[in-house]
């Protein structure tokens, strides 16, 4: 047996694991060494993995009777992941030199090699010669992606190969996609975003909605794509991309018809990504409100981000676009300057996935998707843990009475959930349903003397509670207290202590500071505002969405 020990063995980390991140280690052992880690973004994943690789090499050390190396593969889907995970490992003590960094032309084949999907399936060779296999973003290799789901028939021809799959969501119920990866390697430990925001694991996310109108033209052009994309529908009994791609091979009339639909959907997209209202909102929201905060932006194009941008440095606000296009160093260069050159940072989907920028507290969500995967991925970007850092503002910018709809009850369903299986297919929302109930309420609105004078009250109210959650970035205003009260006979014995939790809300008025107590269980607040009129306060208000 060889003198030198494993790469991997030698993995020290400056920290201890967490309590769960051991479960999920041991889960996964348990599970043969297969299976899937659904963990939420910024609550240690990697080292999960790290762990789960150095278990096995401790394993494969005693029963290997001629080299205790063994060939660990770690598959990402962006290149800058690579040396984020390189800088990493040596930062856990694992010599630089044994460290393989496998993409475009570099092509380093080491004892603990790191690539792309996209450079290791023209390679499949890689896969055979190791002893672990890691899918970091597992979700993105599913059945339909055909090219990359030919990874998994090499990995399964061999039976002992250590397996793990990582990622923060996956639609379990959708094994027309991830039917393999379901079979293969089925989640064996689970860790959502709520579960973890309870732990103080992650940032507590606040969503604030902001809703906006189309402009004239742009509700009539919105409506002519609509009313081209319904009629071709119910024309062939097609209602999705997927049953129309198949349209698309037929040829002829019937071709040509698919076609028109797949145009009419990119139009609308690109009508509700660049909608005047949507960025003349973000534009407010970063110049007023935070001039000199980090602020990540994700739309849904190139055009309505590059847009923004061009309306940004108008104002005299400098931003930088980070798209799919840019290179590696010039990435960096951008992440580097972020927040000394520049405050808002834009992207489309470059930035979703596996970037470690925990210092981010405010993001903007522009964009109209319905992927829940996509969601979680930019939620994680902006609720990573910092010192310091207990809140984090999430800000959807949506179109009312469009397909921009739904995109607030999915972001808030990301967040809130205690189970990922409640999350599957959560944004398959009926549209036309969404219309209906929103006619009966606005029916019931005019049909009663009063109720929109109320909501306009109401909607002011959240206004100012969310501008309480905003302060709260800067200093504490919601602040938790406890109280007890005695009831009951003189006699100690009989006597009976009541504890129950109240919570100190700054609130300024007038440029006045004054401090009221709430009662979250019983809805009462110590304000005038709640003692005269007896209504649910802005007090009130803020401390539900602080602590729900």
């Not at 475009?104 to 790191?114: C, H, M, N, P």
């Not at 399964?156 to 996956?170: F, P, R, S, V, Y």
């Not at 002829?252 to 005047?276: D, P, Q, T, Y």
Request: proline letters at 3%; glycine letters at 4%; charged letters at 30%.
């Amino acid at each position: 047996m060889s003198d030198s020990p494993t790469a991997i063995s030698q993995l020290k980390f400056p920290f201890s694991l967490k309590a769960d991140q051991i479960d999920a280690v041991n889960a996964w052992i348990d599970n043969d060494c297969r299976g899937t880690i659904v963990y939420s973004t910024g609550t240690g994943k990697t080292e999960i993995a790290f762990e789960c690789a150095k278990r096995v090499a401790s394993r494969y050390s005693s029963f290997s009777s001629s080299t205790t190396t063994m060939n660990i593969l770690l598959m990402v889907p962006r290149i800058i992941l690579i040396e984020q995970n390189i800088r990493r490992l040596v930062a856990y003590g694992i010599p630089k030199d044994k460290i393989g960094a496998y993409f475009g032309e570099r092509k380093q084949i080491k004892e603990i090699t790191i690539g792309t999907y996209q450079s290791i399936i023209r390679n499949l060779d890689i896969i055979r010669r190791s002893n672990m296999v890691i899918f970091d973003e597992i979700h993105l290799i599913r059945d339909t992606a055909k090219i990359f789901s030919r990874i998994f028939d090499v990995v399964i021809e061999d039976h002992k190969k250590a397996i793990l799959g990582l990622t923060a969501t996956l639609d379990e119920k959708d094994h027309a996609k991830y039917n393999t990866i379901l079979t293969l390697l089925p989640p064996v430990k689970r860790y959502p975003i709520k579960n973890a925001v309870d732990d103080k694991r992650l940032a507590k996310p606040i969503v604030i909605p902001l809703k906006v109108n189309l402009t004239e033209m742009e509700q009539n052009d919105y409506d002519i794509y609509s009313a081209k994309i319904k009629k071709i529908s119910n024309r062939f009994k097609k209602y999705d991309a997927e049953s129309m791609t198949g349209l698309l091979r037929k040829g002829g009339f019937v071709s040509g018809m698919a076609k028109a639909w797949f145009l009419n959907i990119r139009k609308r997209k690109l009508l509700l990504s660049c909608a005047e209202n949507k960025l003349l909102s973000a534009l407010n929201l970063i110049t007023k409100k935070f001039p000199n905060e980090k602020i990540m932006i994700f739309s849904e194009t190139i055009d309505s981000i590059s847009k923004l941008r061009d309306m940004l440095e108008l104002e005299g606000t400098k931003a930088m676009v980070i798209d799919s296009n840019t290179n590696s160093r010039k990435r960096q260069s951008i992440l580097n300057q972020w927040g000394r050159e520049f405050y808002p940072l834009l992207s489309v989907h470059t930035l979703e996935i596996g970037f470690d920028i925990p210092q981010v507290r405010i993001e903007i969500i522009l964009a109209t998707t319905s992927n829940m995967n996509q969601v979680i991925q930019r939620i994680g970007r902006v609720i990573r843990k910092q010192e310091g850092k207990d809140l984090a503002l999430i800000y959807v910018i949506y179109v009312s009475d469009t397909k921009d709809d739904k995109i607030h009850d999915i972001v808030k369903k990301a967040i809130t959930t205690t189970s990922t299986k409640s999350l599957q297919k959560y944004g398959e929302v009926d549209e036309q349903e969404n219309k209906n109930k929103k006619i009966e309420i606005q029916k019931d609105l005019l049909n009663n003397n009063g109720n929109l004078k109320k909501l306009n009250v109401e909607s002011k109210r959240l206004e100012k509670a969310y501008n309480i959650i905003e302060s709260t970035l800067y200093e504490p205003m919601i602040v938790e207290l406890q109280e007890e009260k005695q009831y009951g006979d003189q006699g100690k014995e009989n006597q009976k202590i009541e504890t129950r939790k109240l919570y100190r809300v700054k609130s300024s008025i007038k440029e006045k500071i004054k401090y009221y107590d709430v009662d979250i269980e019983n809805k009462t607040c110590t304000c005038p505002d709640f003692k005269f009129k007896l209504h649910k306060c802005k007090h009130i208000v803020a401390t539900e969405l602080f602590l729900f």
